[in-house]
């Protein structure tokens, strides 16, 4: 799927993750603690509780490193959502509507950023830079004279394009970009 050229790029956050982070930095110390503790005084019980502790660690931090080590690259027509486990691309006329939700709790604030896509199903985006900007980006209307290559049989001739809406070439870029 040919996406065109880049418009913005979003990185996930460290932050995203929130009180996890200290949570998996909690069970970190206590299983290396308890290991340590446990193969000093030669206490297998002790051990078995530092192996559960450092599980737990790992378990527990799965969410934060999938929220920070995330990108989402909007292109001309369309957008790709790299994760840790795979990448998804979705082609701008697929794309029916795009939210910001900002979710407010006793463990913080975050972000979401929901794409409605034509097939009824959604995306879910939590943990981005700049949220709002990518809401605009995958909200904005594409431009009225784009028609896609392959419906295009004359490949010299360009297609007309109003420089002054949606992803234009030539229209405006966000800023960073």
């Known amino acids: 799927m040919e996406l065109g050229q880049r418009v913005s790029s979003h990185r996930g956050t460290f932050g995203a993750g929130g009180w996890l982070w200290y949570l998996a930095i909690i069970f970190l110390l206590s299983g290396v603690v308890g290991l340590v503790k446990g193969a000093a005084a030669g206490d297998s019980d002790q051990m078995l509780t530092g192996v559960l502790a450092l599980g737990a660690s790992a378990v527990v931090a799965i969410v934060p490193l999938l929220r920070w080590r995330q990108t989402v690259d909007v292109f001309e027509r369309g957008f790709v959502w790299k994760r840790l486990y795979g990448e998804r691309q979705v082609a701008r006329a697929d794309i029916r509507n795009a ?12 972000v979401e950023v929901n794409v409605e896509l034509q097939n009824g199903k959604s995306c879910s985006i939590v943990g981005v830079e700049q949220p709002e900007q990518l809401t605009n980006l995958l909200r904005a209307a594409p431009p009225s004279g784009y028609q896609p290559a392959a419906a295009n049989p004359s490949a010299a001739a360009p297609a007309t394009v109003n420089p002054q809406q949606g992803w234009a070439p030539g229209g405006w870029k966000p800023p960073g970009s």
């Open 99 to 110: 939210t910001m939700i900002t979710h407010h709790g006793r463990q913080g604030t975050r």
